[in-house]
């Protein structure tokens, strides 16, 4: 079945999807979107690519899109890729709040419109099964 994103951000191609997990999370990421706004070397974005099944497992998805088979990955794998890319000078400090309001844009798109204290309830699921449910 074709995923669709539901939500891009910082101005450019950085698509965010659903969790395929069965379970509230925080939005999952195109790997190879993120990459190619981190301005990673093409090579190395193919050995992270290559790599990401043997080191993350069952922690990262392939699905459909409208383009072909795209790899996703949870948001801690994402704060592990921005980290080096702007130690390295390969993009601003500033990318990472970038990063940070586009996946609260794509959060704001998951969380259930009722009232209550239930979207806060939602929201600490999500975190909680991102961080600490891996």
């Given amino acids: 079945m074709i995923q669709r994103p539901i939500h891009s951000g910082n ?16 939005p999952w990421h195109a ?8 301005a990673y070397p093409i090579e ?5 690519l290559r790599g990401l099944r043997t080191g993350w497992g069952r922690r990262v998805a392939t699905i459909a899109v409208s383009g072909g088979p795209i790899v996703i990955a949870p948001n801690p ?3 592990e890729l921005i980290a080096p890319a702007i130690e390295g000078q390969l993009v601003t400090p500033e990318i990472q709040d970038e990063y940070r309001h586009a996946a609260t844009e794509a959060l704001l798109e998951l ?4 009232a209550g204290d239930a ?4 929201l600490d699921a999500c975190h909680h099964n991102s961080w ?3």
């Fill in 119 to 122: 979207p806060y309830r939602f």
């Fill in 111 to 114: 969380i259930p419109n009722i």
């Fill in 77 to 79: 794998f994402a704060i």
């Fill in 44 to 48: 190395v974005q193919l050995d992270l």
């Fill in 132 to 134: 600490l449910g891996q």
């Fill in 11 to 26: 101005g450019c191609r950085l698509r965010f999807f659903r969790s395929p997990r069965l379970r509230p999370e925080l």
């Fill in 31 to 38: 790997v190879s979107d993120l990459l190619e706004v981190l």
